[in-house]
């Protein structure tokens, strides 16, 4: 059992930088690729970005590639998302998830049902 705690969100101005974190206990963090999502309100939750075990692959959906980045540190249990250019749009409740399959394609990784283990998210809020 993966324990996941999300961290680093705020109220921003459109055009800043933030950096989420999400930290891992209970279990080998190697071990799962991971995923960030975002929920808006009255939206479903939806993809944004994920990383394979060693970190070796990533893929983004459109709306933030060029703008966000993953990335892992297996050393510290800790996947981050690094997210430059924010505009209102990105505005969501934020949430990392664990996945414990070894296939790690795009087609899996972008969809919610693929991940074992969620965190209670973090809010981001993009003012203009």
């Known amino acids: 059992q993966v324990q996941l705690v999300e961290s680093g969100g705020g109220l921003v101005q459109a055009g800043d930088s933030l950096r989420l974190s999400c930290a891992a206990s209970?279990?080998?963090?190697?071990?799962?690729?991971l995923g960030w999502f975002r929920q808006a309100p009255g939206k479903e939750r939806e993809f944004v970005a994920a990383?394979?075990?060693?970190?070796?692959?990533?893929y983004s959906d459109d709306s933030v590639k060029g703008r966000f980045t993953i990335s892992r540190d297996n050393a510290k249990n800790t996947v981050y998302l690094q997210m430059n250019s924010l505009k209102l749009e990105d505005t969501a409740v934020y949430y990392c998830?664990?996945?414990?399959?070894?296939?790690?394609?795009?087609?899996?990784?972008?969809?919610?049902?693929?991940?074992?283990?969620w965190g209670q998210g973090t809010q981001v809020t993009v003012s203009s």
């Open positions: 990383i394979s075990r060693q970190g070796s692959s990533t």
């Open positions: 209970g279990g080998t963090f190697s071990a799962y690729g």
């Open positions: 998830a664990a996945d414990r399959e070894a296939s790690w394609l795009p087609s899996r990784v972008v969809r919610t049902g693929t991940y074992d283990y």
